[in-house]
């Protein structure tokens, strides 16, 4: 059974602090994806990678980054937390053989 | 604005009922694919339809695709509370080169058992 994880489910942050959320997935998948959803808004892509140590920005890269150091593995940093990152984070994947992507669980981070 | 916008935003029906909701796009698209989000959890995709098909089925869901108007429809037939869920269409924009889907803001739909 195909698996996606992300590294908490709930993350509570101070404004300014730096914040690491990882994703995991098992399906040897080449492309790993971050969103963030707010209500209302639906889906909004962050960042991107097709490939290990390749990145693309996504539609609202600004106040992120991102590292892929192997390719089951897609970190979404957050080098200055601010209050309008709080938000639901989900990772995604895909193969390049399927068109369906893959979800994690989401982690809900509130900045305060 | 959204590639994919669904409607209506909530729809609240009586188990055994049936349930639509419709996704409009406004560019050309490979394929489109639904999706569930139960509440407070990631998305699971529900079904895919290629832009050449016109419809498809899956279990109790059918969906249906009208490029020409460039929209598409999910309905959920006989309800079951476990229904209640968020339902997001998601599009795959043509000869974009773009890797990410672009999905809508969202169906919330509710069944009453």
């Known amino acids: 059974d195909v698996k996606v994880t992300q590294s908490s489910r709930y993350l509570v942050k101070r404004t300014g602090e730096k914040v690491f959320l990882e994703c995991v997935q098992d399906?040897?998948?080449?492309?790993m994806f971050w969103y963030r959803q707010d209500p209302g808004l639906g889906l909004r892509l962050i960042y991107f990678?097709?490939?290990?140590?390749?990145?693309e920005k996504g539609d609202i890269p600004e106040g992120y980054s991102v590292s892929r150091e192997k390719k089951e593995r897609f970190s979404l940093i957050l080098e200055s937390a601010s209050t309008n990152q709080t938000s639901m984070y989900l990772c995604?994947?895909?193969?390049?053989?399927?068109?369906?992507?893959?979800f994690g669980p989401g982690t809900r981070l509130t900045v305060l | 604005s959204q590639q994919g916008e669904e409607d209506p935003q909530a729809l609240s029906i009586q188990e055994g009922e049936n349930a639509t909701m419709n996704c409009s796009y406004k560019?050309?698209?490979?394929?489109l694919q639904w999706y569930r989000q139960n509440s407070g959890r990631g998305l699971v995709h529900l079904i895919l339809?290629?832009?050449?098909?016109r419809e498809k089925h899956s279990g109790r869901l059918r969906v249906t695709l009208d490029t020409s108007k460039k929209s598409s429809s999910l309905l959920i037939t006989a309800s079951r509370a476990a229904d209640t869920a968020s339902y997001f269409c998601?599009?795959?924009?043509?000869?974009?080169?773009?890797?990410?889907?672009?999905f809508g803001s969202g169906t919330r739909l509710q069944v009453q058992p």
């Open positions: 998601a599009t795959r924009p043509r000869d974009t080169g773009r890797r990410a889907l672009t």
């Open positions: 399906m040897d998948h080449e492309n």
């Open positions: 990678s097709y490939d290990v140590k390749m990145k």
């Open positions: 995604a994947s895909y193969g390049i053989n399927t068109d369906t992507q893959y």
């Open positions: 560019t050309s698209i490979n394929n």
């Open positions: 339809i290629r832009s050449n098909e």
